[in-house]
């Protein structure tokens, strides 16, 4: 019997325990514990490996800006739950249930009738002194009545086990996405725990706020559409905002993808606009509309704030509930709550001042090292100041400052965190604590509001942090509220379905999604095109010094410099000076033709289409990021820098497969295809055509041949080339391999079936896609007199048919970019007249 995991637990009796109290354990733990007291070391290890992969696997991360590791930190999760009793969470729920409907209520009077401000129950400089008070928003009635469809209370206990609301979050809470991933995750490291606590479920949360959202927003009779607003990759929850877009079935979409017409929200799709209904966002405020809010926004959605005047769509949370995330606030509430709702308020707030009042500001002074002084508003300029921190000067410079603008200051009661277990993932089965915070969610339903059973629980990532942030290295846990009855099985993945509800294919691809994924199509082929030539070039230096090779080298770094991987002309480049050229085209970012630079183009929109991508996909692609950075510092030599090249052409050719076996072939895929198609067809008739002007030029049989080997290595045909003939390379063969064979996935012909094939799926008018241009351009090289490529042609004949068959591959090559232009036009672009006549010009 393994000794006790609580002999070395670290019990504070100055703070609140969650595990244990003064009589030991608390009940609503025991039978947690004897599980995990029952595991050795190695079974909890496991589990927490467990847990590590699955967020790995699910690309679960919290995004930090200037962090060494990069930018997509991997999200912290422990493995231990928090837990609450039942009765207790009984109490939370019911005071945030109130909480929210006051606030509710607040937003609805500071932007209309403004009684709490008639009446003195708020003062005026905390409404109109804060820049989340929008004046185009007074007078606004949302769709449905509500100004809050999702709200979160930070909550932090007292030393004597009450709870506190330290922070209101009103404008777009963050973190609903996380605790459900972290249900998720930890549910499956303890599946009977789960099971035989009861542990309430989660799912009906989600579908409760799904059904308001539909419900509440002005549909004049026509099925609901509602989407998710996200400021983009960079926003340090976007992983979040895809996670949540995926669960509730919303697409997801940036300020450029919706456009407002006659006070009409609508979003741009490939098959035209489609009317948006509600939007539930991720965006501040200020940034939603750069025409009424901010007007150098360029992450927001022009006319937006005109559409909601006019009732034309739902937003949530509303425009302009900013305005209560000010830590003055709390000190005001109660009254407003007897005001408001005639109810006296049920979970206080941590004790406020704010010093804008002068009996406030002279406790403020008097107390100063007893208090934590925060700015009255958010991005107020102040960071947060423990008074108990600060010397003798420190307190008088900043009493200065506090009588200087004391309408800036909020002051509030230090906070002694209580402090919640967690696994130290070392070999012992030791347990440590940490200081932790809640966060609670309430969501609005068709039946009112409905409180998350549980929460987004936050651990400090070391010991006496008084500030829980993810940012600083903080940690997450799942949070756990056992149920006494039933617990109810219902899943918004499991949904029971009618015939009428069936989708053969979704109508709201965005067009900006699918202009992404066409692009990753087109980066993922140039990306392999770059590698294959590169890796050919530099094989072929290293052989440079033997005389029959130099007509293969010669065209190969002919090759690599029309596709700007070395610099100047070939024939007046040293080989070391060319070899330098393609390290950097292969290593550096700055190469903009180079395979990092395109790489890092890749990733790109990859991360804008990421919830249309399979793990797969994203996996290999972020470990290839991760090759080619590390690989700047180890190789330095021909062969290592082969040896990565080989490594990298083998994740492009899984992304290709990837997008054959694992995505959906709907609009958004077809367009990811027709993009590879035609970036195979651009790098390919181009690199033929170089190829045959320089081919004119390299004198003697051998030479030729091993240019032309060089050719069919570098298009990957090789060894069809080898089996079909079983004869020495020649002209003839491989450029008709190359171009007329349309069962060769690498020869001209079979790229312009497949475009065809698939456009003609696009139901669209092929005169306007410039289609017919294409098959002109490719029935000119059918046409080509291929005889006069034969070794017995006079020399001269042969020469100018070369050259002929090249300028038919330029124009090719220009047909496919025209087509790619038209394309663009014609899904990604919703400009109507303007852009045929851009074209007529």
């Not at 171009?739 to 669209?764: G, I, V, W």
């Amino acid at each position: 019997m393994p000794s006790s995991i609580l002999s070395h637990y670290p019990y504070r009796p100055d703070s609140y325990d969650e595990l244990f109290g003064e009589d030991g354990v608390r009940p609503h733990w025991q039978e947690f514990l004897d599980h995990i007291d029952e595991s050795s070391a190695d079974v909890l290890k496991a589990r927490a490996a467990q847990l590590a992969r699955g967020i790995q696997q699910n690309g679960v991360t919290y995004n930090v800006y200037a962090d060494p590791r990069g930018t997509d930190r991997p999200w912290s999760l422990d493995l231990l739950p928090l837990i609450l009793p039942t009765e207790e969470w009984r109490g939370i729920s019911a005071a945030i249930s109130q909480r929210v409907r006051l606030l509710d209520a607040l937003l609805g009077d500071l932007y209309g009738d403004q009684t709490t401000l008639a009446e003195g129950l708020l003062p005026p400089e905390l409404v109109f002194g804060h820049k989340g008070f929008h004046w185009p928003c007074k007078g606004i009635k949302p769709a449905g009545g509500a100004f809050l469809h999702l709200y979160a209370a930070d909550l932090a206990r007292s030393p004597d086990g009450h709870w506190w609301v330290i922070a209101d979050r009103t404008q777009s809470p963050s973190g609903a996405g996380y605790a459900l991933e972290n249900r998720l995750l930890v549910s499956r490291a303890f599946p009977d725990l789960f099971r035989d606590l009861q542990v309430q479920t989660l799912a009906g949360f989600f579908r409760g706020l799904q059904r308001s959202l539909g419900s509440q927003a002005p549909t004049d009779g026509e099925h609901p559409l509602t989407v998710l607003l996200t400021p983009g990759p960079f926003n340090e929850t976007y992983f979040e905002h895809v996670y949540l877009a995926r669960y509730l079935g919303f697409p997801l979409v940036e300020g450029q993808d919706l456009t407002v017409r006659h006070d009409t929200v609508y979003l741009k799709t490939v098959s035209g606009l489609k009317r948006v209904h509600a939007i539930l966002r991720r965006l501040d405020d200020d940034f939603c509309d750069p025409v009424e809010l901010r007007a150098d926004s360029a992450l927001g959605v022009p006319g937006l704030l005109g559409a909601v005047r006019a009732g034309r769509v739902l937003v949530a949370n509303a425009l302009g509930s900013g305005l209560l995330e000010s830590a003055a606030l709390p000190g005001f509430l109660p009254g407003i709550s007897r005001h408001l709702l005639g109810e006296e308020l049920m979970m206080p707030s941590v004790a406020t001042w704010w010093c804008g009042e002068e009996p406030a500001k002279a406790v403020v002074l008097k107390h100063l090292r007893e208090l934590v002084i925060k700015p009255t508003f958010p991005g107020g300029g102040s960071d947060v100041i423990f008074g108990d921190q600060l010397d003798a000067p420190q307190l008088a410079a900043l009493a200065a400052r506090i009588e200087a603008d004391p309408s800036a200051f909020v002051a509030q009661e230090l906070v002694k965190l209580s402090r919640a277990p967690a696994w130290t993932g070392g070999h012992r089965r030791k347990l440590m604590t940490r200081a932790m915070g809640l966060r609670v969610y309430a969501a609005i339903t068709p039946e009112g509001y409905s409180v998350l059973p549980g929460g987004l629980a936050r651990v400090a990532g070391m010991d006496n942090t008084r500030i829980l942030t993810m940012q600083k290295g903080g940690s997450s846990k799942d949070t756990w509220v056992p149920s006494d009855g039933p617990v109810s099985t219902f899943s918004l993945l499991q949904n029971t379905l009618r015939v009428s509800d069936l989708i053969g294919e979704t109508g709201t691809l965005s067009s900006r999604l699918a202009e992404n994924l066409f692009w990753f199509g087109r980066y993922g082929e140039r990306c392999d095109a770059v590698a294959r030539l590169a890796r050919l070039a530099l094989s072929r230096l290293s052989e440079g010094r033997r005389t029959e090779r130099a007509g293969a080298l010669s065209v190969m770094l002919d090759l690599a410099a029309g596709a700007g991987l070395i610099e100047g002309e070939v024939s007046a480049t040293p080989l070391a000076k060319a070899e330098l050229d393609l390290f950097r085209a292969v290593l550096d970012r700055r190469a903009e033709c180079g395979l990092a630079a395109n790489l890092q183009r890749l990733t790109w929109c990859a991360t804008q289409a990421r919830e249309h991508l399979s793990l797969d996909h994203w996996h290999a692609l972020k470990r290839l990021s991760a090759e080619i950075e590390s690989a700047r510092g180890r190789v330095s030599d021909v062969s290592a820098l082969l040896e990565f090249l080989d490594e990298a052409l083998t994740t492009f050719v899984s992304l290709s497969g990837f997008a054959m076996d694992n995505m959906t072939r709907d609009m958004g895929w077809r367009l990811h295809i027709v993009g590879r198609r035609l970036e195979r067809l651009d790098n390919l008739s181009g690199r033929l055509a170089r190829f045959l002007r320089r081919y004119a030029e390299v004198a003697g049989p051998l030479h030729r041949e091993l240019a032309v080997e060089a050719l069919l290595e570098l298009c990957d045909s090789i060894i069809t080339y080898r089996t079909r003939y079983r004869a020495q390379p020649e002209l003839l063969p491989a450029m008709h391999l190359l171009t007329m064979d349309d069962a060769n996935p690498h020869a001209l012909a079979f790229q312009a079936r497949m475009l065809s094939n698939y456009l003609k799926t696009f139901e669209t008018d092929g005169v306007e896609l410039g289609v017919a241009e294409l098959d002109r351009a490719f029935g000119a090289v059918q046409a080509f007199p291929w005889a006069h490529l034969e070794s017995l042609c006079p020399e001269p004949e042969r020469r100018e048919a070369v050259l002929q068959l090249a300028d038919l591959l330029d124009h090719l090559a220009r047909a496919g970019r025209h087509l790619s232009d038209r394309l663009a036009m014609r899904f990604f672009s919703h400009v109507g007249i303007a852009g045929q006549a851009t074209f007529a010009a």
